[in-house]
């Protein structure tokens, strides 16, 4: 009745036959529209979600580790999470064949510690990646954003400015029952940032051409000072 009568307001001269045929005319455009038209693209039904995003989306073709070095840096916040997470890389190094001699585990405070401590061990040249590992839990405050924010990028950047692969294993969660189910079972998101870190430092072995072997120290060990019979010619103040 109200958009009949709208009808009619916009041309009062239209008798009352047109304005029926109008409104007819209305009615049968609507009517032909798709029913999806009107429907949001995702599902209302948040559990299928969830459960999709624990489980494991990755492949992974068979990996030789036999000559990569993986660092392992965790947090102790949250330890007995990151405890089952470093686990489970640990499981995926061993799949890969990737020694236990040549796998360099340490620790820090939090998250927020990660990105440096990471660049500490990319610098030292002594490991082929890096896995960052740290669980956050999203609190009553904004300190989670700030955390998550920080650290997802000082991961990011470490792994770009030093050329040396940093896997961003840092669990973001709303709940703790959101970090179980990604950090135990059948899925535990620490198995595939194993396999990812194996695969990523072959990817920079190949692309850097480097040759297998190790070197004498790993983890935050020195390597050898390379040497020269060159004198160097001083500049400017040094």
Same mark, same amino acid.
């Given at each position: 009745?109200?958009?009949?009568?709208? @009808? !009619?307001?916009?041309?009062?001269?239209?008798?009352?036959?047109? /304005?029926?045929?109008?409104?007819?005319?209305?009615? !049968?455009?609507?009517?032909?529209?798709?029913? =999806?038209?009107?429907?949001?693209?995702?599902?209302?039904?948040?559990?299928?979600?969830?459960?999709?995003?624990?489980?494991?989306?990755?492949?992974?073709?068979?990996?030789?580790?036999?000559?990569?070095?993986?660092? @392992?840096?965790?947090?102790?916040?949250?330890?007995?999470?990151?405890?089952?997470?470093?686990?489970?890389?640990?499981?995926?190094?061993?799949?890969?064949?990737?020694?236990?001699?040549?796998?360099?585990?340490?620790?820090?405070?939090?998250?927020?510690?990660?990105?440096?401590?990471?660049?500490?061990?990319?610098?030292?040249?002594? /490991?082929?990646?890096?896995?960052?590992?740290?669980?956050?839990?999203?609190?009553?405050?904004? !300190?989670?954003?700030?955390?998550?924010?920080?650290?997802s990028k000082g991961i990011m950047n470490v792994g770009i400015q030093t050329s040396t692969p940093v896997v961003f294993g840092v669990l973001t969660c709303l709940n703790e029952d959101q970090v179980k189910a990604r950090s135990g079972g059948k899925h535990n998101h620490g198995y595939d940032w194993g396999k990812t870190a194996v695969e990523?430092?072959?990817?920079?072995?190949?692309?850097?051409?480097?040759?297998? =072997?190790?070197?004498?120290?790993? =983890?935050? =060990?020195?390597?050898?000072?390379?040497?020269?019979?060159?004198?160097?010619?001083?500049?400017?103040?040094?």
């Amino acid at each position: 009745r109200q958009l009949l009568h709208s @009808i !009619h307001e916009d041309d009062p001269t239209m008798t009352r036959p047109a /304005v029926i045929t109008a409104f007819c005319a209305l009615a !049968h455009a609507f009517l032909s529209l798709p029913v =999806g038209a009107f429907l949001p693209s995702t599902s209302f039904s948040r559990n299928p979600v969830l459960l999709k995003a624990a489980e494991s989306e990755v492949s992974f073709d068979d990996l030789d580790g036999e000559d990569v070095r993986v660092g @392992i840096i965790r947090t102790r916040w949250n330890n007995d999470f990151v405890d089952s997470l470093v686990e489970g890389t640990r499981q995926a190094l061993k799949e890969c064949n990737v020694k236990d001699e040549n796998v360099f585990e340490t620790s820090v405070p939090g998250s927020f510690e990660l990105p440096l401590a990471a660049r500490f061990l990319a610098l030292s040249g002594t /490991v082929d990646a890096i896995v960052t590992t740290g669980v956050l839990i999203k609190g009553e405050t904004s !300190h989670y954003e700030y955390i998550a924010d920080a650290v997802s990028k000082g991961i990011m950047n470490v792994g770009i400015q030093t050329s040396t692969p940093v896997v961003f294993g840092v669990l973001t969660c709303l709940n703790e029952d959101q970090v179980k189910a990604r950090s135990g079972g059948k899925h535990n998101h620490g198995y595939d940032w194993g396999k990812t870190a194996v695969e990523m430092a072959l990817l920079r072995k190949s692309a850097l051409g480097q040759k297998k =072997g190790n070197m004498e120290t790993l =983890g935050f =060990g020195k390597a050898d000072p390379v040497t020269t019979s060159e004198k160097k010619e001083k500049r400017g103040y040094f």
